[in-house]
Structure formats: C-alpha cells, structure tokens
C-alpha cells in the first residue's frame, strides 16, 4: 500500500512538472512580447517592466509549486534516502548554469584546501538546495558585487557551504523568518520576483536530513550557511 501512494505521489509530481512547463511557454512568451514593445516604444516601458516583473513572478511561483510537490515526496517517505555524492562536482555543475544565465554575475568559489568529503543526500535535492540558495543570493546582490560561495569542513564529517552576497542586510528579527513559507524579506528597495518558497524549501530539505541552515548579516552583506552531514570520499 505504502509503494502505491508512493507511486501515485511520483505520478503526481511528473504531472505538476509537465503542467509547469506547458504554463511557462505562454509566460514566456509575454515576456519577449513586452521587452520587444518596450525596445520599441519608450513611452509605454515602465507599464512593459511591471508586466515583464509579474510574468517572472509566475514563473518563481511555478517553479516553487514544483519543488513543493518534491518536499512533499520526502516527507512521505519512510526513509530519507541516503547517498554519496561530491559537493565539489555538483558545485561546478550548478555554477555552469547560474554563469549562462546571470552573465553579469560575478561567482567566486573558495574551497578548504584538501576538502575530501561528500555530502550524504539525494542528489536532486542536494542540487536544489544549492540553486535555491545561490540563486536567492543572485537576487539581492547589489549590481557590480561577487556572489561568494565557500565550501569547507565544519567539526569532524559536517560539511559547511556558505553562499554570501553583498547587499541589504536582514534585521535580527529577520534572520530566521527568511525560512517561513511566503515571506519576503522587508528591508530592501529592490523589486525582486519570487514566490517566497525557495529557501523555506531548503530548511525543509536540509531539516529531513538532520542538518542546520541559517542566515546572518555584517554591515554590508548576507551569508547564509548551510550544515549537512557527510561521510568521507572514496
């Protein structure tokens, strides 16, 4: 019985990702229509950005939604499914991906010298971790900043990934509710599309798998760090 709900669950998944990806094509295509008009027609460029803003903002939604559906999964599961993977491989994947789509972006890793271990997680939701902190940075960063990811041991076999990003700070009070459902940090002037999803999807994962994740602010920027466990490569 436990493998049918688990099956229709996957089914269930597939299908939100394949619905996801046909509602993406039409907002897609708002979203060239409106750059287009606003290259075209200056006058009309503030109402062309508060539509390209909103169709990105759906997209962020969509894109939540599917990896809601994905949490969901694992926390219907009767075990956390452990496996071995390099951290340091999956970094430069995920790196690859955010340097093609945020050209602008400067990205500067740092990992411990001699770093030899792997993180123990699914490798999809380690990936997604990964993006979904990486990609919160790219965010908030201020223009002309480095998005700066560090990769180290903490104590023992606990991995420490840090991604820090130069721009608004989050208040003490701030610091924890970043990771709730829906919510949008306060102290910023920028407008950031969004679904308010991405990292309480993280401390979800992170959480299924005994590890810490938390955010603090210097004067002049955010880091989020993220604790997991991991054993030791072969």
């Given at each position: 019985?436990?493998?049918?709900?688990y099956?229709?669950?996957?089914t269930?998944?597939?299908?939100s990702?394949?619905?996801?990806?046909?509602?993406?094509?039409?907002?897609?295509?708002?979203?060239?229509?409106?750059?287009w008009?606003?290259?075209?027609d200056?006058?009309?460029?503030e109402?062309?950005d508060?539509?390209?803003?909103?169709?990105?903002?759906?997209?962020?939604?969509?894109?939540?939604?599917?990896?809601?559906?994905?949490?969901?999964?694992?926390?219907?599961?009767?075990?956390?499914?452990?496996?071995?993977?390099?951290?340091?491989?999956?970094?430069?994947?995920?790196?690859g991906?955010?340097?093609?789509?945020?050209?602008?972006?400067?990205?500067?890793?740092?990992?411990?010298?001699?770093?030899?271990?792997?993180?123990?997680?699914e490798?999809?939701?380690?990936?997604?971790?990964?993006?979904n902190?990486?990609?919160?940075?790219?965010?908030?960063?201020?223009?002309?900043?480095?998005?700066?990811?560090?990769?180290?041991?903490?104590?023992?076999?606990v991995?420490?990934?840090?991604?820090?990003?130069?721009?608004?700070?989050?208040?003490?009070?701030e610091?924890?509710?970043?990771?709730?459902?829906?919510?949008?940090?306060?102290?910023?002037?920028?407008?950031?599309?969004?679904?308010?999803?991405?990292?309480?999807?993280?401390?979800?994962?992170?959480?299924?798998?005994?590890?810490?994740?938390?955010?603090?602010?210097?004067?002049?920027?955010?880091?989020?760090?993220?604790?997991?466990?991991?054993?030791?490569?072969k």
């Open positions: 019985l436990i493998g049918d709900v099956k229709a669950k996957s269930f998944k597939n299908f990702e394949e619905a996801a990806h046909e509602i993406k094509n039409p907002i897609n295509n708002i979203i060239n229509t409106a750059e008009q606003k290259d075209m200056e006058t009309c460029a109402s062309m508060i539509i390209i803003h909103q169709a990105y903002t759906i997209n962020s939604l969509l894109d939540g939604l599917r990896d809601l559906s994905a949490i969901q999964i694992l926390k219907d599961r009767i075990e956390v499914i452990d496996t071995e993977e390099c951290p340091i491989e999956n970094l430069e994947k995920i790196l991906y955010f340097e093609d789509t945020h050209s602008d972006k400067e990205f500067v890793v740092e990992i411990q010298e001699g770093f030899d271990l792997h993180v123990t997680m490798p999809t939701l380690f990936r997604l971790v990964v993006q902190v990486i990609g919160n940075a790219v965010k908030f960063a201020d223009e002309g900043t480095p998005i700066i990811i560090r990769l180290s041991r903490n104590t023992g076999h991995i420490e990934l840090t991604v820090e990003n130069k721009g608004p700070t989050i208040s003490l009070d610091q924890e509710k970043i990771f709730e459902k829906y919510y949008r940090a306060q102290n910023t002037k920028k407008q950031v599309s969004g679904s308010g999803l991405g990292l309480w999807i993280v401390k979800e994962i992170v959480n299924a798998y005994d590890g810490q994740v938390f955010a603090r602010s210097t004067k002049d920027s955010t880091i989020v760090t993220i604790l997991l466990k991991s054993c030791k490569g």
